[in-house]
């Protein structure tokens, strides 16, 4: 009996104790998972993203050439983050922004681009399609020609600051160049027959209005 008793007491033991050491192992290996959980540093091996295959197969080359593209684009995305529209007048605005370039390059060689800076006037800027009928336009960049782009330029100015509204209610304004032009509002808003976009751009000195054609066909010297 005593035997017996002993024999029993000691298989308790034995099963107590395993029980205790699965308990702690348990335990342990729990702790562990939390804590790797809780470390931003670790990674889970199932959230490693592999490269796709297409990626893996690439030739050096292949290789060189994005990563070329990469930095193209980074720099596009910088360089358009950089080049922002000036708003400090109708000179900066134009000469800073891609909307009317053919206009903008040839009012930057003239000499009234100072007066279009700092006189708070409207610039009446044609769009490039305007230029369609008048393929001379850049026969006015000639040094020979150089009064009549001064004069091409002085038609498209009003020595005053007008927004859009404003302007289309008048019956008539005076261009830079010294002549007073009818507005005529038959068939939309046309200004000495050119036809005038809706809408402005307004910059701390002057006014800017778009023109689907030229206000001045100028004759040039040749």
């Given amino acids: 009996m005593t035997i017996y008793i002993y024999t029993m007491t000691k298989t308790t033991l034995t099963l107590f104790s395993l029980a205790l050491v699965l308990i702690f192992s348990c335990n342990n290996s729990d702790s562990t998972n939390t804590s790797d959980s809780l470390d931003p540093t670790s990674t889970p091996s199932s959230s490693k993203k592999d490269k796709p295959e297409s990626l893996k197969n690439l030739t050096e080359t292949e290789k060189q050439g994005m990563r070329l593209l990469t930095r193209r684009q980074e720099a596009a995305k910088e360089a358009s983050a950089v080049q922002e529209k000036n708003m ?121 209005i778009g023109m689907d054609n030229l206000v001045f066909y100028p004759k040039l010297s040749h």
């Fill in 88 to 208: 400090t007048s109708p000179y900066k605005y134009l000469t800073t922004s891609d909307e009317y370039p053919i206009f903008t390059s040839l009012m930057s060689k003239s000499i009234l681009s100072k007066h279009i800076h700092s006189a708070g006037v409207t610039v009446l800027a044609p769009v490039d399609k305007a230029f369609d009928d008048y393929p001379y336009y850049k026969e006015l960049l000639l040094p020979i020609n150089k009064e009549e782009l001064d004069n091409f330029i002085a038609y498209h100015i009003i020595d005053t600051p007008l927004e859009y509204k404003e302007f289309s209610v008048g019956d008539s304004w005076r261009v830079h160049a010294g002549f007073i032009l009818a507005l005529t509002k038959k068939g939309g808003i046309n200004f000495n027959g050119a036809h005038v976009r809706s809408g402005s751009i307004d910059t701390d000195h002057g006014m800017i």
